[in-house]
């Protein structure tokens, strides 16, 4: 009787065996030698879908504790990289940034490669995270010392410091990481503070700007106020303790108002009737008289040649009523009817009030961004190419004096034109070039999205192409938003449940 050669058969079945468990962990990863290979760019500095596909597939398996994904999802990343500054180099231009908003859910592992690894596919250089908006900071809970609450309020991540990790992020994939922040815009968490009433801004129509904005959620600051530029002050500085590559403010300006409101024509309509703004506003005053008209201008909106006359005999040994940049003019001082130096005067003291806002402005920028100046960092102010235009006899409700800013700040115009085509958005950026002292670094912001129109804007590319004709000025150029390149996955970050 033959026997079964069992030991035969065995030993084949165990290979076989041996095989499929040593294939099993690697059949889904991509070969060595299309990762070795240069990274592929296509047009405008993207990464090519095919690499992006292979870049996301060995990311979710290091995610699953596949050391050797890992190992090549970092070299793969570090080669994107590369491959994104070379183009970069050669291509208009140089810079391409993204404005980014981070949610709870990206404390989640993983969420911020992912978000990262998208910016660089898309070409960018740049990333602008917003860490100050809405009233909340994004800085951890268990050590904001801001005037604020955090962005990260989430049971367990107390501790969690998405700034820092952002930056950390960015920067392993040669990214620039940007804070981007609001500025006079302190939001309603701030309103709310029974400490801080007296910091918001108002009006002389008896309103503060928190019931001047539609959808309630804005609240615009007395720039004058030492209260709101010691809070503003602090949350810079402890930002700045992140070391991000640089700091862009936002919302420097005052409300923005509709129909009737979008101008302002009369002194009521400025936001001057807070106590800081006030007070500064008299002691630009160098007379009597000068302080006399200020104060009457200020409660009626208005001066009559009575009020002239009136001070005229209040005080007989003062020559002409002054005030800071005031100088009359020579015909003036042969005008001796009160009469008929009363339409220049009531003329002089709007201008002057017009200035005295546009200069808290001014001012309040100019401290936010000594922190950064300090530590050598960029900063740069974020605006409206319209914000400072005038209509008549009157102006832009937001009183957005950015044809003022100094040139050591960057200038970021957000050319947001909706009329179908590019023409609108390149006319609001040739405005802003013709404006600019020599030496300013412009940086348009563009809103829209690659590959389609949206908001009644041509796509991204047709934007920029369009653009291009200023290459010897504009050495960057900021897209709003990430959010936009990414709706659905703006949509899962921002509703999802921290896990």
């Known amino acids: 009787m033959s026997k079964r050669p069992l030991n035969v058969a065995k030993p084949k079945l165990i290979l076989r065996q041996l095989f499929a468990v040593i294939f099993s962990t690697t059949l889904f990863l991509p070969s060595q030698k299309t990762e070795s290979a240069n990274a592929q760019v296509t047009r405008y500095c993207h990464i090519s879908s095919t690499e992006v596909k292979r870049k996301e597939q060995l990311r979710l398996l290091a995610r699953k504790g596949n050391r050797e994904a890992a190992n090549r999802y970092q070299q793969l990343a570090r080669q994107h990289s590369r491959a994104v500054q070379d183009c970069r180099r050669r291509t208009w231009p140089q810079v391409q940034a993204v404005w980014l908003r981070l949610y709870p859910c990206d404390v989640q592992a993983g969420a ?32 904001n010392r801001t005037a604020w609450p955090s962005v990260i309020r989430t049971k367990g991540q107390e501790k969690t410091d998405l700034l820092a990790q952002a930056i950390l992020k960015g920067r392993e994939r040669g990214l620039k990481v940007y804070s981007w922040m609001f500025t006079t815009n302190f939001g309603y968490t701030y309103a709310r503070r029974k400490d801080r009433e007296e910091a918001i801004a108002r009006n002389g129509k008896g309103q503060t700007s928190l019931y001047v904005v539609d959808n309630g959620s804005q609240v615009f600051v007395d720039p004058y106020n030492l209260q709101a530029k010691r809070d503003f002050y602090q949350m810079v500085t402890e930002v700045m303790r992140r070391r991000p590559d640089g700091v862009l403010f936002d919302y420097v300006r005052y409300p923005r108002q509709a129909g009737k409101d979008s101008i302002a024509t009369r002194v009521t309509d400025l936001w001057l009737y807070s106590k800081s703004t006030q007070q500064a506003l008299f002691q630009r005053a160098l007379n009597n008289k000068g302080l006399g008209l200020i104060r009457l201008f200020l409660s009626k909106g208005y001066v009559t040649s009575s009020d002239i006359a009136r001070l005229d005999e209040q005080y007989p040994q003062e020559g002409e009523p002054l005030w800071q940049g005031r100088t009359p003019p020579i015909e003036q001082k042969a005008l001796s009817s009160p009469q008929q130096r009363q339409p220049l005067l009531q003329s002089e003291l709007w201008q002057l009030s017009v200035a005295h806002a546009m200069q808290g402005i001014l001012d309040f920028v100019a401290l936010a961004a000594y922190p950064a100046q300090q530590q050598g960092v960029p900063a740069g102010v974020v605006f409206f190419p319209g914000g400072n235009k005038t209509v008549g006899k009157g102006y832009d409700s937001r009183l957005q004096p950015w044809d003022r800013f100094p040139n050591s700040l960057e200038w970021h115009p957000m050319a947001y034109g909706k009329c179908g085509t590019s023409q609108c958005i390149v006319s609001q950026v040739k405005r802003v070039l013709n404006t600019a002292k020599p030496g300013t670094q412009i940086i348009p912001a563009l809103a829209g999205a690659w590959g389609k129109s949206i908001s009644n804007r041509p796509p991204l590319e047709v934007q920029m192409r369009n653009l291009s004709k200023y290459k010897p000025y504009i050495k960057g150029v900021s897209h709003f938003a990430y959010s936009w390149q990414n709706p659905q996955d703006d949509t899962n970050r921002k509703f999802c449940r921290v896990r």
Request: hydrophobic share 40%; glycine share 6%.
């Open 112 to 143: 911020l490669d992912k978000i990262m690894d998208n910016i660089v596919n898309l070409g960018y250089n740049q990333v602008y995270v917003e860490t100050f908006y809405d009233g909340r900071v994004l800085l951890p809970a268990s050590s």
